[in-house]
């Protein structure tokens, strides 16, 4: 395991931060006046893909977060779906949200330093640069105190705050971890911040000799000040029930202009080739290929219309292959969409290890669909659907936005326009359970944005979702209870522990952190935002 520290010390004799680790021979050949660094467009890209691919592979995402959230279920390690994860899964989250937290500044420093920033404003506007590296700052660290609690925390804002302490090794070897308070506080600072700092007429991390500069937006300044715009109106959303606040940013993010389309959705691109594919998709088709992360049975009722109050679910179709469909033509896209739901089965999520065998054929599961599972597909940083959603929420449960926000999650995933219409057609009416449940399909792949609400909200509840100590069903109808493997777990998880090695390399600021828990490290201890 890999700690705080050491992630630093690693970092810093990467490509990334291109300082040496050769004692300083090196440094006799480069011309102070022309220093040799590497162009922050691929620091950037460098650092986003790193982002992503650590978050939502078959990992962090594929063996927690995904099936916790119940948009899928594991058929071989199932103990991680009853909450028994391993203490390695947590550590990735923490080590390479850390690792891209630490490039995202290193482009900061770059623009910032007299010697060399000249050569940096041939990427881009320097301000705009840093305006962008900020709003992925503010998206990781968000991520990070959504995932463990308080942590150590930097900002360019609080960067003579000295309770900041992450990413400087040299003064803060042991970092103190920032309350979750002062930390989302200063996110909703941050993303208003940056946004004022982007210059909507420049261009950001511009393409140069055939490489793209910007694999999110490909350089579209005005693009990400909606992002940052709408990363802090989801923030002070999430946090307005226990921070007043909050509500001022809401207003202000509105003013200066969120999401209006799909066109401004936030997607990690991704290319063809087994090197450039999508995280997930990795998963099941490079390396040691794997087949045994399934759609959740549990979510695909919801879709079939078995659970819930909405009939079928045109994006079943979009999301799941037939049962039994093999991965061949999953690769391909060489398979008919079924409009026989019947054709569609998930698997039954958390069963016991002794009636596994019984429900293992692929011939009766769905796996997801090739709209999932290409190697260019999307890793979603924030949509607009998710903007109407909140809006929604924010104007009272509105009826008008909740349709905006179904429709708009329909369109970018393909469905016929007819089919759309159909559904909605038959909607029942807006109100808290209902929006947050359709927030929640529309959220699909996207589980850390859906746990944050379910953990929120308390939707969708148990009427979709299966709980600990609750009844499950086999495929065959055999009945089975969901028995939680940690103790005391009656929900799902409510954070994740702290790597282990910051008990013995950071214990100071690890005890300070989980006293507030009792000084336990426990995953159903609730975070400071939770009701």
């Known amino acids: 395991m890999i700690s705080f520290k050491k992630i630093i010390l690693g970092i810093g004799c990467s490509v990334f931060l291109f300082s040496s680790c050769d004692n300083g021979f090196d440094n006799m050949n480069i011309n102070p006046n022309n220093p040799e660094v590497a162009p922050t467009y691929t620091i950037f890209n460098a650092s986003t893909r790193r982002l992503m691919n650590f978050t939502r592979d078959g990992w962090v995402s594929g063996r927690m977060v995904l099936p916790w959230v119940q ?34 500044k290193k482009i900061i420093d770059l623009c910032t330093d007299p010697l060399i920033k000249n050569q940096m404003e041939e990427y881009g506007d320097l301000e705009s640069q840093i305006g962008v590296a900020r709003i992925m700052l503010a998206y ?6 959504n995932y463990f609690g308080d942590v150590p925390y930097w900002s360019y804002s609080g960067k003579d705050n000295a309770s900041y302490q992450a990413l400087d090794i040299d003064r803060f070897p042991q970092p103190q971890y920032l309350s979750q308070q002062e930390i989302f506080q200063n996110l909703l600072l941050e993303l208003k911040e940056a946004e004022a700092q982007i210059d909507s007429k420049a261009s950001v991390f511009s393409s140069r000799g055939g490489l793209i500069g910007d694999k999110i937006y490909d350089g579209n300044a005005s693009q990400w000040k909606k992002l940052a ?17 909050a509500r001022s940013h809401i207003n202000e993010a509105l003013n200066n202009g969120v999401f209006t389309s799909n066109s401004d959705n936030a997607a990690q691109s991704y290319g063809l080739s087994s090197i450039e594919g999508s995280p997930f998709w990795s998963e099941f088709f490079t390396g040691t290929p794997r087949d045994d992360f399934f759609i959740n049975n549990q979510f695909v009722k919801l879709l079939k219309g078995v659970s819930g109050n909405y009939g079928k679910d045109p994006r079943l179709v979009k999301f ?18 079924a409009e026989d739901y019947a054709q569609y089965q998930g698997m039954p999520y958390g069963l016991p290890n002794n009636r596994l065998i019984h429900n293992n054929a692929f011939s009766k599961i769905s796996f997801f669909s090739s709209h999932i599972l290409k190697p260019n597909y999307g890793e979603m940083i924030m949509e607009y659907a998710e903007v109407e959603f909140i809006l929604s929420e924010l104007n009272g449960w509105s009826d008008e936005h909740y349709r905006k926000g179904i429709k708009a999650s329909m369109e970018k995933w393909g469905v016929d326009e007819e089919k759309v219409n159909e559904y909605m ?8 359970e209902h929006v947050m449940t359709q927030k929640y399909i529309a959220l699909f792949m996207q589980p850390q944005a859906a746990w944050v609400d379910y953990r929120r909200t308390g939707f969708p509840d148990d009427s979709i979702l299966l709980l600990p100590n609750q009844t499950g069903h086999e495929l ?18 409510y954070r994740i522990a702290y790597p282990l090695t910051e008990q013995t390399l950071n214990r100071r600021s690890w005890t300070a952190a989980v006293e507030k828990y009792g000084g336990s490290d426990p995953i159903n201890a609730k975070l400071w935002w939770m009701p």
Do not use: C
Request: hydrophobic residues 35%; aromatic residues 10%.
């Open 476 to 493: 065959d109808g055999t009945p089975y209870i969901f028995i939680s493997l940690v103790d005391g777990m009656v929900d799902l998880p």
């Open 140 to 145: 990781s660290f968000a991520e990070l105190a």
């Open 71 to 104: 948009y899928s279920a594991q058929r071989n390690y199932v103990d991680e779906d009853k909450y028994l994860y391993r203490p390695s899964t947590g550590d990735r989250a923490w080590n390479n949200i850390y690792r891209s937290i630490h490039n995202f």
């Open 425 to 432: 057609n038959a909607l029942p009416n807006a109100n808290k």
């Open 320 to 337: 799941a292959a037939p049962m039994g469909t093999p991965k061949s033509l999953i690769a391909t896209g060489g398979y008919e969409e």
């Open 229 to 245: 715009n709408s990363l802090r109106l989801r923030i002070a959303n999430q946090i307005k029930d226990v921070d007043p606040s």
